[in-house]
């Protein structure tokens, strides 16, 4: 029932191999392998190309190239980032590295990818420009960034001027991919006329969208199914070349045709977090009340498609000041359109400003924490809009508390133990709330089931059990005899697993639907019936069905009254060697106020897991380009670096009992993105406690350190 911790149901399926990923389905028959094959250019077209070696290689059954690949639809940089066309193979020029250059399909895997190899392209190669650092030199970049981007309130460069006590810094955030352990996958199958694609998706009905725009079908001659989705963290929102190509490759060769994309093509056919330069002043009184925010970020954007992430949104909603100005502007390169990674915006936005205050407590003399309460705000600074279950002075005290906060040291490099330089550090978390229309159908069965069915998605988050248990308290039934059937597009639509949204979308619907069959069964039965399964079957022998509907942000009139987010904060214990500048996490605690938790199991693996990425955001991840060609310097998971087991000791989320009655009658808001959301901030400042030394380029390794640590006793 909700509130209640259940395992998942779909745990057992799951630890014994019977949950079928899109890439294992065996039910279309026998199919072919597909292998796609990269530019190895930055910049420049394709000269020449030779597939004479690859077609008479043993098993292959068709080699693809910009000359001969089939007409899709050119694309179109439509503000519908779902709907719009995704071609591949459509021309000799090289935009970006790793853009796909030759498409082989054989009998095996194998025989795929060893024709593949055998593809001759010779490229001319131009200078692009990859390095957005450079780009930035030498220029106050922020003070050209057009009204178009900025959020304006008073005046920030004349707050800035009276102080008395201001920050001012630049700190870099770079490159971040999703890699879930399951890889892109695509599984294609035509059948009279109508194309099956068993798919990792993330929102099944959008992706759809993508896709017959790409092939120029209806949407109705599409089955997109995603039954079981091995991780998502923004990468499989969008549609890419795997499951274009296969599509293709089935319907031109009449065979069902599998496509996985490599480990290394994550790197350059999905795409990536992009990387910021972000510029931020604060101003404060003596006693630490904020005058002034300003946040101005550039990002690496992709000309011909457009992508930027919102990292100065959350100056303008965490805290108040009367002085406010946010701007965001983009620098083109050669490299690959980002996408959504991870909480989109918050992550890196969060780790620079959360700095940046904590630099401010610091000038201040002031606890980071007491200043953090000082200019909470119950009003939306930005919308002026009251701000609904506003808790973050709660988690923020709450988390001092259990922590052990007033144990910090207070001077920065003043704590040791041997080798080990000690520092705590404290950051606040917020992330927006979204609501999206979403539709569910319930039926209830005469032998006794009830069965959800939703094209919402589980991507290794819970939804099959969440629903189950939501469904399972609206009806008052146990959650044994609830069947969750979800993620293909014959079934109603909802807004898929994306902006931490789902889990709030589809119990609302959920409930909603348990409503009207209740209603329906009191209409026969009275309200006082004790066997619902019973009345079912007495007055309805077909069994019972019944949708309901979650609006979306825009139609629900609490969103126009309220402004909504989740909330959190987190503090942080690290060691950092004295002489290597190594950076040990010791401890770490999460607290967050995120409406009501429907499963307090899933939901803190949930928040742990957002937690380890804000760790490895702070001291781990990034990718690199290389500025000569354009390439992924470290685009595999054996050099891009993410936290492992070592890296991670006991930490901890605690969720805040919240109900938030103004996001939905369940009060249930999204907790998937939150954990990620200034946990790599209060791991930044507690680095910056232990050595004194403040980092302000992330990720912070132990070359930036290892210059200022402190000289050895
Ligand atoms: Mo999320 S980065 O919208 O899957």
Same mark, same amino acid.
């Given at each position: 029932?909700?509130?209640?911790?259940?395992?998942?149901?779909?745990?057992?399926?799951?630890?014994?191999?019977?949950?079928?990923?899109?890439?294992?389905?065996?039910?279309?028959?026998?199919?072919?392998?597909?292998?796609?094959?990269?530019?190895?250019?930055?910049?420049?077209?394709?000269?020449?190309?030779?597939?004479?070696?690859?077609?008479?290689?043993?098993?292959?059954?068709?080699?693809?190239?910009?000359?001969?690949?089939?007409?899709?639809?050119?694309?179109?940089?439509?503000?519908?980032?779902?709907?719009?066309?995704?071609?591949?193979?459509?021309?000799?020029?090289?935009?970006?590295?790793?853009?796909?250059?030759?498409?082989?399909?054989?009998?095996?895997?194998?025989?795929? *990818?060893?024709?593949?190899?055998?593809?001759?392209?010779?490229?001319?190669?131009?200078?692009?420009?990859?390095?957005?650092?450079?780009?930035?030199?030498?220029?106050?970049?922020?003070?050209?960034?057009?009204?178009?981007?900025?959020?304006?309130?008073?005046?920030?460069?004349?707050?800035?001027?009276?102080?008395?006590?201001?920050?001012?810094?630049?700190?870099?955030?770079?490159?971040?991919?999703?890699?879930?352990?399951?890889?892109?996958?695509?599984?294609?199958?035509?059948?009279?006329?109508?194309?099956?694609?068993?798919?990792?998706?993330?929102?099944?009905?959008?992706?759809?969208?993508?896709?017959?725009?790409?092939?120029?079908?209806?949407?109705? @001659?599409?089955?997109?199914?995603?039954?079981?989705?091995?991780?998502?963290?923004?990468?499989?929102?969008?549609?890419?070349?795997?499951?274009?190509?296969?599509?293709?490759?089935?319907?031109?060769?009449?065979?069902?045709?599998?496509?996985?994309?490599?480990?290394?093509?994550?790197?350059?056919?999905?795409?990536?977090?992009?990387?910021?330069?972000? %510029?931020?002043?604060?101003?404060?009184?003596?006693?630490?009340?904020?005058?002034?925010?300003?946040?101005?970020?550039?990002?690496?954007?992709?000309?011909?498609?457009?992508?930027?992430?919102?990292?100065?949104?959350?100056?303008?909603?965490?805290?108040?000041?009367?002085?406010?100005?946010?701007?965001?502007?983009?620098?083109?390169?050669?490299?690959?359109?980002?996408?959504?990674?991870?909480?989109?915006?918050?992550?890196?936005?969060?780790?620079?400003?959360?700095?940046?205050?904590?630099?401010?407590?610091?000038?201040?003399?002031?606890?980071?924490?007491?200043?953090?309460?000082?200019?909470?705000?119950?009003?939306?600074?930005?919308?002026?809009?009251?701000?609904?279950? /506003?808790?973050?002075?709660?988690?923020? /005290?709450?988390?001092?508390?259990?922590?052990?906060?007033?144990?910090?040291?207070?001077?920065?490099?003043?704590?040791?133990?041997?080798?080990?330089?000690?520092?705590?550090?404290?950051?606040?978390?917020? /992330?927006? %709330?979204?609501?999206?229309?979403?539709?569910?159908?319930?039926?209830?069965?005469?032998?006794?089931?009830?069965?959800?069915?939703?094209?919402?998605?589980?991507? +290794?988050?819970?939804?099959?059990?969440?629903?189950?248990?939501?469904?399972?308290?609206?009806?008052?039934?146990?959650?044994?005899?609830? @069947?969750?059937?979800?993620?293909?597009?014959?079934?109603?639509?909802?807004?898929? @697993?994306?902006?931490?949204?789902?889990?709030?979308?589809?119990?609302?619907?959920?409930?909603?639907?348990?409503?009207?069959?209740?209603?329906?069964?009191? +209409?026969?039965?009275?309200?006082?019936?004790?066997?619902?399964?019973?009345?079912?079957?007495?007055?309805?022998?077909? +069994?019972?069905?019944?949708?309901?509907?979650?609006?979306?942000?825009?139609?629900?009139?609490?969103?126009?009254?309220? @402004?909504?987010?989740?909330?959190?904060?987190?503090?942080?214990?690290?060691?950092?060697?004295?002489?290597?500048?190594?950076?040990?996490?010791?401890?770490?605690?999460?607290?967050?106020?995120?409406?009501?938790?429907?499963?307090?199991?899933?939901?803190?693996?949930?928040?742990?897991?957002?937690?380890?990425?804000?760790?490895?955001?702070?001291?781990?991840?990034?990718?690199?380009?290389?500025?000569?060609?354009? *390439?992924?310097?470290?685009?595999?998971?054996?050099?891009?670096?993410?936290?492992? %087991?070592?890296?991670?000791?006991?930490?901890?989320?605690?969720?805040?009992?919240? %109900?938030?009655?103004?996001?939905?009658?369940?009060?249930?808001?999204?907790?998937?993105?939150?954990?990620?959301?200034?946990?790599?901030?209060?791991?930044?400042?507690?680095?910056?406690?232990?050595?004194?030394?403040?980092?302000?380029?992330?990720?912070?390794?132990?070359?930036?350190?290892?210059?200022?640590?402190?000289?050895?006793?």
């Amino acid at each position: 029932m909700i509130g209640e911790g259940i395992n998942r149901i779909d745990g057992p399926l799951k630890v014994t191999g019977r949950a079928v990923y899109s890439y294992e389905r065996q039910d279309a028959g026998q199919p072919l392998y597909g292998c796609i094959q990269g530019a190895s250019i930055g910049k420049g077209r394709i000269a020449s190309i030779d597939t004479s070696a690859a077609e008479a290689a043993p098993g292959v059954r068709l080699v693809w190239t910009h000359r001969n690949a089939p007409e899709q639809q050119p694309f179109e940089n439509k503000p519908d980032l779902f709907g719009r066309p995704h071609p591949e193979l459509t021309g000799d020029s090289i935009a970006y590295y790793g853009q796909p250059v030759a498409f082989v399909v054989a009998d095996s895997f194998e025989q795929a *990818s060893a024709a593949a190899a055998l593809v001759r392209v010779d490229f001319e190669a131009e200078q692009g420009a990859y390095d957005l650092d450079a780009s930035l030199a030498q220029k106050k970049w922020w003070e050209t960034i057009d009204a178009g981007g900025e959020s304006r309130f008073g005046d920030v460069d004349k707050a800035m001027a009276q102080g008395p006590v201001t920050v001012e810094a630049t700190y870099s955030t770079p490159y971040h991919f999703s890699h879930p352990i399951e890889l892109p996958a695509c599984l294609a199958v035509w059948k009279d006329g109508h194309l099956t694609v068993y798919v990792a998706a993330q929102m099944v009905n959008q992706f759809r969208s993508g896709l017959a725009a790409t092939l120029k079908l209806d949407r109705k @001659s599409i089955t997109v199914d995603s039954a079981f989705v091995g991780g998502g963290f923004g990468s499989k929102l969008f549609l890419h070349a795997e499951t274009v190509l296969a599509s293709l490759a089935a319907r031109a060769l009449d065979k069902p045709v599998k496509v996985m994309l490599t480990r290394r093509q994550v790197f350059t056919m999905v795409g990536h977090r992009p990387a910021v330069i972000s %510029h931020i002043r604060l101003a404060a009184t003596p006693d630490g009340q904020l005058t002034a925010i300003g946040h101005d970020a550039n990002m690496q954007s992709f000309g011909p498609e457009p992508w930027s992430e919102p990292v100065e949104a959350v100056a303008r909603s965490l805290y108040a000041a009367p002085n406010r100005l946010t701007r965001q502007t983009k620098t083109d390169l050669d490299v690959r359109a980002g996408e959504a990674v991870r909480a989109p915006g918050e992550l890196p936005g969060l780790l620079v400003f959360e700095s940046a205050m904590d630099e401010l407590a610091e000038k201040l003399g002031m606890d980071p924490v007491e200043l953090r309460i000082k200019n909470d705000t119950d009003i939306d600074p930005e919308l002026n809009l009251p701000l609904s279950g /506003r808790r973050l002075a709660d988690c923020l /005290r709450e988390g001092a508390a259990r922590f052990g906060w007033d144990q910090r040291p207070i001077t920065p490099a003043s704590r040791r133990e041997g080798q080990w330089l000690i520092g705590y550090g404290v950051a606040s978390a917020m /992330r927006a %709330h979204y609501q999206g229309p979403t539709e569910v159908k319930l039926r209830i069965t005469a032998d006794g089931r009830v069965v959800v069915f939703s094209d919402m998605t589980d991507i +290794g988050t819970g939804t099959y059990t969440i629903a189950a248990q939501v469904a399972a308290s609206g009806l008052g039934v146990p959650v044994s005899q609830v @069947s969750v059937e979800l993620a293909r597009t014959d079934y109603p639509a909802s807004q898929g @697993s994306g902006g931490s949204w789902g889990a709030s979308n589809t119990s609302v619907a959920i409930d909603r639907a348990c409503q009207a069959l209740r209603e329906q069964i009191a +209409g026969v039965a009275g309200t006082g019936y004790n066997d619902l399964f019973a009345e079912v079957r007495r007055h309805f022998p077909q +069994g019972l069905e019944a949708s309901g509907k979650t609006l979306s942000s825009g139609k629900d009139p609490n969103y126009q009254n309220f @402004s909504q987010y989740t909330y959190g904060a987190s503090f942080a214990e690290v060691g950092v060697d004295a002489d290597t500048g190594e950076v040990r996490l010791r401890r770490m605690l999460g607290v967050f106020a995120a409406g009501r938790i429907i499963n307090p199991k899933t939901a803190r693996s949930q928040l742990l897991g957002g937690m380890i990425w804000g760790i490895s955001a702070a001291l781990h991840e990034g990718a690199y380009v290389d500025p000569r060609h354009g *390439s992924w310097v470290n685009g595999d998971l054996a050099e891009y670096v993410i936290p492992v %087991h070592a890296d991670i000791p006991d930490i901890e989320a605690i969720m805040l009992y919240d %109900h938030d009655e103004h996001a939905n009658h369940l009060g249930i808001k999204g907790i998937g993105e939150l954990g990620a959301c200034g946990t790599g901030g209060c791991v930044a400042n507690a680095v910056y406690n232990a050595t004194g030394v403040r980092v302000r380029d992330f990720p912070i390794t132990l070359g930036k350190l290892l210059p200022g640590l402190p000289a050895v006793a």
